[in-house]
Structures are given as C-alpha cells and as structure tokens.
C-alpha cells in the first residue's frame, strides 16, 4: 500500500455509497438559474470517525451504515485527467507510526501529521519553500510539460458527458498553493514582504494551469472549473480584498475566462471560514459557486443569497 493511502485508510474506509441521480443538463440549469427544479442534497465527507461504530452498536442496518438509506439528491462528476498543479517524483515515505498518529511525507516531500482517531486533515510539520532560492529549487515542477496532459482522452470524456456526468477540472488554489509550499505564516505575509517571489511562484503555476486547460478544452470542454482554497477561518480570511486582487484575481480571471468561452459554466471555490470581506471579489475574478457556507464563521447562505443574487 501507498504511504498516503495508508496515512488516509483510517479516513478512506469512512465512505459512504454514493448514488448519482441528478443529470449532468438538470444539475447545471438549476445551478445557474436557467430552470427551476428540486434542491440538491447530498453528503460530502461522510460519517466523522467513530461514528459508524457508534451507529453499529445502537443497531444500525448496513444500509444506514453505508448511508445508501438515506434520500440523496446529488450529481455524479468526472475529472477531465490532466494535470495543472505540482508535478514530480513521488517522495512518499513513512517516518512514524504510533497508537496515536502517523507521520509521514507526502508526494511532495512535505511531512505531515495525521491523528488517526479524529477526522481531521493533515498537521503540516515542515514546507519546501522559504525563500527565494528554495523556490528555485522546486519550481521546475511547476513547468509545463506535455506530459501534464497525457491522460486525457477526449472519447471517454464525450461517453462520460453522454452519461450525464458533469465534466471537471482543477486548478491550484492562488492562496491555497502557496501555503502548501510556505505555511500560512509565510503565505500571508509574502503579500507584504515579498511581493515580486509571491507573484513569481504563482505567474509560474498558472501559466502552466492555463497552457494545460488550453490544450484540453480545445478537444474536450469542461462544465465546471474547481479549485480549492480554504484560505479563512472563523476571524476572517488570510488575504484581504487588496491581496486578492492583486494577486489571486488576475490569475483566476484568466483561467476562467478561457474555459468558459469554450462552454464552461460554474467556477467553483472550496474554502472554509469567513470570506465575506473577499467574497465581491472572488465573484469578480469569476467565481459563481461556493462552498462550504459555514454558520459559526457567519457564512449565511440566506443572507449571502440576498446579497450576491445571481452575481
């Protein structure tokens, strides 16, 4: 087994049977307000660790335990297989292992802690990036290369599409990437403090996200543009409308614009905590779909709605 599937199996074995029953044509009308329909429900992460046991022994069926039982209403995707994010060797490794966590690097070479009896998402211990020159050294695997796109295949696309799945692609988070390789210390400060290296690594890692989409959605358009970010906590996000604008905005914007002038129609963020201070700006380098809106961090979808309408 593969250290990261084997630091995740704990995580992995959680997963819950996922029915897809909405088609790809209904999903994208009522996301963009082309029809009305019924609501979309669905469960992304399944039960927290423990859980299941829990259900078990208060008599649970299998289908309960499994979620099959319960009425979902979700659209199924399919990944367009390109790749526009980091690329290199594997550097996976195990370091330790206790009763309590794993320790481990992952493909980056980035160690990381997992704790094995909550959900929780990996500790970072150490990052790649602190300067210049260790941007340097790994910033050939940001490189575009035809290699990124290999796997594509537009016939399995087209079946899948035909299927009514709804066709997606990734690209690195501009806030997200950057406290991958740096820390959220590092990444909120660069903004300030280095701002020519912050916008060298990502004039690097979007254009090769934008050279790779280039070539993909000239033979196999997408529906949905994603990109993950988690860049905001419960105190607010970690860049401001001034940093996103300045360095996330342009980079998104031109991403977005490519693959929606060849059919694209949701851009979709991933991001935890309070965005509202930033969120008339994601909209504005393209974003029209996002998620989670957390109530503790004061993420009122009501409220949102009413604010941003169809924006």
Known sequence: MKVMEYAMSAHRSLAIHREVNVRREEYLDLMTFKRPGKVFFKEVFGPLVGLRDEWKAQGATEDELSWKAFRFRQAGTHGLGVNTSWRGVDQSALIEETSEHLVYRDARGILQKIFKKSSSLPLPLEHPVHDRASWERIKERYADHPERNARLDPALIERKRNDGLVITAGIPGAY??????????????????????????????????????????????????????????????????????????????????????????????????????ILRNLVEAGINLFSPCEPAAGMDVVALREKYGRA
């Open 176 to 277: 997200d990437e950057v406290r991958v390789l740096c820390g959220n210390e590092l990444a909120a400060v660069l903004p300030y403090e280095e701002p020519e290296l912050l916008e060298d690594m990502l004039k690097t890692i979007f254009d090769t996200a934008y050279a790779v989409l280039d070539r993909a959605t000239l033979v196999a358009p997408i529906d949905m543009l994603v990109t993950h970010e988690d860049m905001a906590g419960k105190g607010g996000p970690m860049w401001g409308p001034t940093q996103v604008d300045a360095f996330l905005r342009p980079h998104y914007r031109r991403c977005w614009d490519l693959v929606k002038s060849r059919g694209a129609r949701l851009f979709f963020i991933d991001s935890d905590g309070d965005c509202r201070p």
